[in-house]
């Protein structure tokens, strides 16, 4: 059997890997992508795989993205981290999904079922289904932070954001207007707060809204500049070139 894990979190890719030889060690894993955009990439140059585990939320956005630009012409297994309510909607529409994080009991379970499977018309109808469905389970994202100046405590809501920036363990907040804060969370833990529509990880030092992006130009190595703007300030920001097909699929979404 020739799969494939659509997974942007190398722990998770390692672990459903590891399972997966368990299970069954002539099973091949033919490909790993970390991405909306890659995966259409790969889709459309390869021959589709026996089956596919697909993880709902990507770096790039949800991987229902996938399914509503090209037809996925395999069998499919969602992996997610979404509540059990949401689950059982999912076997409702028999679409197969593990939750995290994956045991060798549910994955088994899952394989067999596939196995059992004579033919994945309809899928495509199915996930469909699921992208209206998961509409109704929206992570909620966060809308302000406290920020202090002086003695003041004072909120600055999300939609006044211009990016975040690291400088070494200090996290700053810039707003619109060019003020910088100082806030008490990681750049790793600020991509699990805020909604990914509107703010991108550039690199590992900036998360930049989308309205604070004033100019995109090429760079050598097939990279890019991104020039940020908050008040009257600018800021030149490389994204690399192994992050630009990421940028590309989440500006266009």
């Known amino acids: 059997m020739k799969v494939i894990i659509i997974e942007d979190e190398q722990l998770a890719v390692d672990r459903l890997r590891l399972l997966l030889h ?3 060690s002539d099973i091949e894993i033919i490909a790993t992508l970390d991405g909306v955009m ?13 089956l596919a585990f697909v993880d709902i939320e990507l770096a790039d956005g949800t991987s229902f993205s996938i399914f509503s630009k090209i037809k996925v012409k395999c069998p499919v297994i969602f992996t997610t981290a979404y509540d059990q309510y949401a689950m059982d909607a999912f076997k409702l529409l028999s679409i197969d999904y593990l939750l995290k994080p994956v045991t060798l009991p549910a994955l088994s379970a899952a394989l067999q079922k596939y196995r059992d499977m004579i033919t994945f018309q309809g899928q495509q109808q199915g996930i469909e289904a699921v992208m209206e ?4 389970f929206k992570k909620n994202y966060k809308e302000r932070f406290l920020v202090k ?3 003041r405590l004072f909120f600055v809501e999300v939609n ?9 363990k200090t996290v700053f907040l810039i707003t ?11 750049l790793d833990k600020l991509q699990e707060l805020l909604d990914p529509k509107f703010f991108f990880r550039l690199n590992r030092k900036i998360i930049t809204g989308i309205d604070a992006i004033k100019e995109i130009r090429t760079y050598f190595n097939n990279r890019l ?6 008040g009257t300030g600018k800021e030149d ?17």
Do not use: C
């Open 225 to 230: 500049i991104i020039t940020l703007q908050a």
């Open 160 to 168: 006044n954001v211009a990016y975040f920036s690291a400088d070494d």
């Open 149 to 151: 100046s002086g003695t």
């Open 133 to 136: 469905l998961m509409g109704s």
């Open 176 to 186: 619109r207007e060019g003020v910088r804060f100082i806030v008490e969370y990681t």
């Open 38 to 50: 890659t995966a259409i990439e790969w889709f459309n140059a390869h021959p589709p795989p026996d």
């Open 237 to 253: 920001v490389v994204v690399s070139r192994d992050r630009v097909a990421h940028f590309k699929s989440w500006a266009e979404l």
């Open 22 to 24: 368990d299970y069954d």
